[in-house]
């Protein structure tokens, strides 16, 4: 069979041609169809669970299932966490693993076997991966299928709530990436991020909502939806604090607050601005070591309303990491009674840190990690996000290919 560019062009061609309308139970018998087309059979789909722990297969007719796969350890996991083409001979062919990439967000793995594999076909099933990915991320807005398949357990009302405002836990452009993680996953109620690259300025946001359970996660809901309503009609930082300060007083009076923090970074010059609303400070980590805080005048939470706050700047370096966090990662008690403390966060990252190539393997290897080292307990919500500073260009992604 010839699958050279041209074939893969047509077939590719009419994937995109038929999803347009195609229903999302019919994504899975289509994408299997389109697999068999160029020889490929046993054909799957494993999505990221919440937890970032496995890779759960999705239902659909002509899709093989079977159980969960975890992350480490795995050929599908190890095809998820390198983002590359995982490729095991067997006595029946090859068994190919493609990760499933939305942009730079990671979605889950595709697997089929193939009698024989040549460049011809990774090419192919490459661009066929992507544009699988793209299809799911698509029409999950239309159904509940995909998120069924994501969950290994029951999952809360407030994290419910928590999930659907939450954009993509990972982005990644040549000067700048960014990852985050929810821990407890299935029950996370105050713990919230948000993000949007406008042209070079990246704002970000981390939230702890006082409280448990749905009020809680409410609480966060509106601190989320008035943060991106400020930052959308390109208020300062100074002026996106106030706006929230009032639309969080104004809902549910001074007895209720958030702690925040809200940063802008300059993706061309590494500049990075924050406010500090009640919130820990950032960890600011170069070459795998947290050289310190980034401290700076605070302001009382969100919702308490004070003065002005002051912004606080920092210069980052090429390759400079920010971890900024939830108080429930360093508040939580061991198993023997003691509190786990800034300390041996600080010791966890530059641990975990070398062995990460990615912001998100850092991100969930160190929550992952946390997690072991308090006993696997979280009584309060634990959150991660992390940034790293790359500086450069990416002008050179707009010039056509030859």
């Known amino acids: 069979m010839d699958r050279g560019e041209g074939f893969g062009e047509r077939l590719l061609g009419q994937l995109l041609d038929r999803a347009h309308e195609m229903p999302p ?38 899709l093989t299932e079977g159980e969960a796969l975890p992350l480490e350890g795995s050929l599908a996991g190890r095809a998820f966490l390198s983002e590359s083409i995982v490729e095991h001979p067997q006595t029946d062919g090859v068994r190919m693993f493609l990760p499933l990439l939305d942009g730079s967000d990671e979605i889950g793995v595709m697997a089929l076997t193939l009698d024989t594999v040549d460049d011809d076909d990774r090419r192919l099933l490459r661009r066929l991966a992507g544009l699988v990915a793209d299809m799911l991320v698509t029409k999950s807005s239309y159904t509940d299928q995909f998120f069924r398949a994501r969950r290994r357990r029951p999952m809360s009302v407030s994290a419910e709530i928590q999930w659907s405002l939450l ?13 985050g993680i929810l821990e407890p996953a299935y029950d996370v109620a105050g713990d919230s991020l948000d993000y949007a690259l406008n042209d070079d300025v990246l704002h970000l946001a981390m939230i702890d909502a006082m409280g448990h359970g749905l009020n809680a996660a409410v609480l966060a809901t509106v601190a989320v939806g008035a943060y991106r309503h400020a930052r959308r009609s390109e208020a300062g930082l100074a002026e996106l604090y106030a706006f929230m300060d009032t639309a969080i007083d104004q809902q549910f009076g001074p007895d209720h607050f958030v702690t925040a923090q809200m940063m802008r970074l300059n993706i061309g010059t590494g500049l990075l601005e924050w406010v500090n609303a009640g919130h820990p400070a950032p960890l600011l980590i170069r070459d795998h070591n947290v050289i310190g805080t980034l401290e700076g005048p605070g302001t009382l939470p969100v919702g308490v309303g004070g003065s002005t706050p002051r912004i606080n700047r920092e210069q980052l370096r090429r390759g400079d990491r920010v971890l900024a966090y939830t108080d429930g990662l360093i508040e939580e008690h061991t198993t023997g009674g003691e509190l786990f403390g800034e300390e041996r966060l600080i010791t966890t990252i530059e641990r975990v840190g070398p062995a990460s190539a990615t912001v998100q393997q850092m991100v969930r290897k160190l929550s992952h990690t946390l997690m072991s080292e308090r006993g696997g307990i979280t009584s309060d919500d634990a959150s991660l996000f992390l940034i790293e500073w790359r500086g450069g260009s990416a002008d050179h992604l707009t010039r056509p290919l030859l």
């Not at 299997?32 to 659909?60: F, K, M, N, T």
Request: aromatic share 2%; glycine share 8%; proline share 12%.
């Open 25 to 62: 139970q019919l994504i899975a018998p289509l994408v299997a169809e389109e697999v068999r087309a160029i020889g490929g059979r046993d054909v799957s789909i494993l999505l990221q669970d919440y937890a970032q722990i496995s890779l759960a297969p999705l239902p659909g007719r002509g």
């Open 167 to 179: 954009p993509p836990l990972t982005m990644t452009t040549p000067q700048v990436a960014v990852a």
